[in-house]
């Protein structure tokens, strides 16, 4: 193996990559299997494809192929002025290889070519492939009263199926 596909290959996700970025997201998700507080029934939805569709289109979906296996992914959107990454999965093989950090950091670099204002995630507060994955990136926590409307609606829609507490949102500085 070379290595530059030991490192894995970034690029710009495509539609036909979609499919495999759902059953990687699949894949990830068994990683929240009993822990505290996380309802696993929750995590068995994937992104829709037309939310991929939408995330391919603003340029703001990123892959990790490794030996031309597509292996993780970041995708979002905009929020007015700001970008919202969305997902950041790693199928469970490829973890722990950095594969993670540097989808972000490909997210970040395409959603500032945009001249965003700022980006956010929503994620886990507690499993320390969540939010404090992302504080070690540079993410800080939004407090509730600087929420903008737009979370407060992506809240209010999740509230149904997790528990809020378990959540946060994060700002990158």
């Known amino acids: 193996m070379s290595e530059h596909a030991a490192r894995g290959a970034l ?7 979609i499919f495999r970025l759902q059953e990687i997201e699949r894949n990830a998700a068994t990683l929240f299997r009993g ?6 029934s929750a995590l068995t939805s994937v992104i ?8 391919i289109e603003q340029g703001l979906s990123m892959v990790m192929a490794v ?7 970041a995708i979002g959107d905009m929020q007015g002025e700001d970008a919202y990454l969305r ?3 790693v199928a ?8 993670g950090a540097r989808l972000v950091n490909a997210f970040v670099a395409a959603a500032q070519a945009k001249q965003v204002r700022h980006i956010y995630l929503a994620t886990f ?7 404090p994955f992302y504080a070690r990136m540079g993410f800080r926590e939004v407090a509730r009263a600087d929420y903008l409307p ?9 509230a149904a199926f997790l528990d809020l507490s378990t959540r946060v949102f994060m700002r990158l500085d």
């Open 48 to 55: 829709a494809l037309s939310d991929h569709l939408h995330a």
């Open 87 to 89: 997902e950041l999965d």
């Open 125 to 131: 507060r507690t499993p320390p492939w969540n939010a």
């Open 11 to 17: 690029r710009p996700g495509s539609a036909a990559d």
């Open 67 to 73: 030996d031309g296996e597509l292996v993780g992914f």
């Open 150 to 158: 737009w979370m407060n609606e992506l809240e209010a829609s999740q």
């Open 35 to 40: 822990w505290p507080g996380i309802d696993t």
């Open 92 to 99: 469970l093989a490829h973890q722990q290889r950095g594969y």
